[in-house]
């Protein structure tokens, strides 16, 4: 057991005009986790202390903070990767809630801006057989072979812990930017074979403040804890997006 000093950033906008720091001495056993020795000082010095955590097996995403500047899964981050003192901030780039939580709204717009699901022009017919074997009604499946499953698979492993946006510099100057994740997520369905909204989904990425606003500082697949390359999905999207664009000019949709 070693003793540190655990700076966490307090900010109560019932009270406070600006985010503060306060230190906590902690008792860190070695196996400790960042976010053990948080809960530590929630349970036993301070109650008051606001950050969100739910499953500590870096599978949910909500313990994103900054530790020592640096966008981290908490509950992923051993605590003996640093030294005596340990300075914990809620995620940049985001507006603050209260203490370590902050305000995902704005991402919530931008992830459903991009259409995450499947879009078919027209579904496909039943299976007859199967919809008479079943209490309801069932629409077609749609076969995928793991070649096809591949292409997309890496992209669909987000778990929205949004340490991307918290180190996109292009998030940082611009708000408005829509950001690795949702992008990712975009560009996930894309190129999934049973999806048929590509037109749509590249139609916004090529709207302003979206894929083409990225510097590629690759800062977000740096940071991405599932290995996820969103820096990846979206210059890929932005390579689609224009083959898009281009064709449309050859042969535009709707026409013969």
Known sequence: MADKTIVITRFDPDKDQAPRKQEYKVPCEPDWKVLDAINFIKDELDGSVAHRWSCRMAVCGSCGMMVNGEPKLTCKTSINDYGDRVDIEPLANFPIVRDLVVDLDGFMHKFQSVKPWIIRAKEKAADPIAARAALHPVKGTYSQSADQLATFKQFSMCINCMLCYAACPVVANEPEFLGPAAIALGHRYNMDSRDEGQGERNEIFRGEGTVFSCSY??????????????????????FGAVIDWAKNLVLPRGGA
């Open 217 to 238: 500082a690759n800062e977000c697949s740096e940071v991405c804890p599932k290995n996820v390359d969103p820096a990846a999905a979206v210059n890929q999207a932005k």
